[in-house]
């Protein structure tokens, strides 16, 4: 059987929307299972300040960041992630023969998930409680929709939001959404790939990148992570607690980013921590 790879490609700045198609085109092409999972952080940036919508980021107590969505941001979110970003990918991957189709966590029920009721949030030193935030997590995926799909040969092409059981769409963080994915797919590998090469000891230095995550180190991982890395490898170790072999945290710069990534380039987890 075809193996399954399911690929996060980061929305920040720098990473080029063409160079990912360009190499997810060339995973295709190897007969692979794949879905695409993309964000969108820096075009919705652009967008909230075009809106006159300032980009707000929340920080948990343990460091975790997070986009501060409201209302108005939630907005600019569906527009810059599944407009702009969803589609550009989609033709650009359709012109390279991929039989692409984009789809929102909303579609269909893909993703469903759980708004937060509260979060807490660290502001100038203290810890204050947001209500109104328009986020949450995935918790649950229909995995025979994406099936479907894959038997037929068309490409899963997805992005957040999720949605709830009351029909409100939330912001989920893209990374564990596509861990969750992996899961439910029982998929082979799960990359998470961005615009930095995986977990820096020290974001400064490149040379700083830990490599093979062994046993006994994923404190080591955890600690070493900061801002929205903290993210991906909370997505790593909820990919490998449900099932999923391997996951590689790398970078998305390149044409041929996602073969550099299978071949291990980047912070690599093995199914030892399931």
């Known amino acids: 059987m075809a193996r399954t790879i399911v690929v996060k490609v980061g929305g920040g700045e720098g990473i080029s929307l063409e160079h990912a198609a360009e190499s997810f085109a060339d995973l295709v092409a190897t007969g692979a299972r794949c879905v695409l999972v993309h964000g969108g952080s820096h075009e919705t940036n652009v967008l909230s300040v075009r809106l006159g919508i300032p980009p707000k980021t929340i920080t948990s107590p343990s460091g975790n960041v997070s986009r501060r969505t409201d209302r108005a941001t939630l907005d600019a979110f569906l527009m810059a992630y599944c407009g702009k970003v969803n589609k550009t990918l989609v033709a650009m991957l359709r012109a390279r023969t991929v039989d692409a189709i984009g789809l929102s966590g909303i579609d269909g029920g893909l993703w469903h998930g759980e708004r937060k009721?509260?979060?807490?949030?660290?502001?100038?030193?203290?810890?204050?409680?947001?209500?109104?935030?328009?986020?949450?997590?995935?918790?649950?995926?229909?995995?025979?929709?994406?099936?479907?799909l894959l038997d037929a040969g068309r490409i899963p092409v997805l992005t957040p939001p999720?949605?709830?059981?009351?029909?409100?769409?939330?912001?989920?963080?893209?990374?564990?959404?596509?861990?969750?994915?992996?899961?439910?797919?029982?998929?082979?590998?799960?990359?998470?790939?961005?615009?930095?090469?995986?977990?820096?000891?020290?974001?400064?230095?490149?040379?700083?990148?830990i490599g093979q995550v062994g046993e006994g180190g994923i404190e080591d991982v955890r600690n070493a992570a900061s801002g929205r890395m903290k993210n991906k490898v909370l997505a790593?170790?909820?990919?490998?607690?449900?099932?999923?072999?391997?996951?590689?945290i790398g970078s998305a710069r390149g044409t041929d980013a996602i073969e550099l990534a299978l071949a291990g380039a980047g912070t690599i987890f093995e199914e030892i921590w399931a």
């Open 236 to 248: 790593a170790e909820e990919a490998l607690a449900g099932g999923v072999s391997r996951v590689v």
């Open 117 to 148: 009721a509260a979060i807490r949030s660290v502001e100038h030193g203290r810890t204050v409680i947001v209500r109104d935030d328009l986020s949450g997590r995935v918790t649950g995926v229909d995995a025979g929709l994406l099936n479907l």
């Open 162 to 209: 999720a949605i709830t059981d009351d029909g409100v769409a939330i912001n989920v963080d893209a990374d564990r959404a596509a861990a969750a994915t992996a899961a439910a797919l029982g998929a082979d590998e799960l990359l998470l790939l961005s615009n930095v090469p995986g977990v820096l000891r020290d974001p400064a230095d490149l040379a700083s990148l």
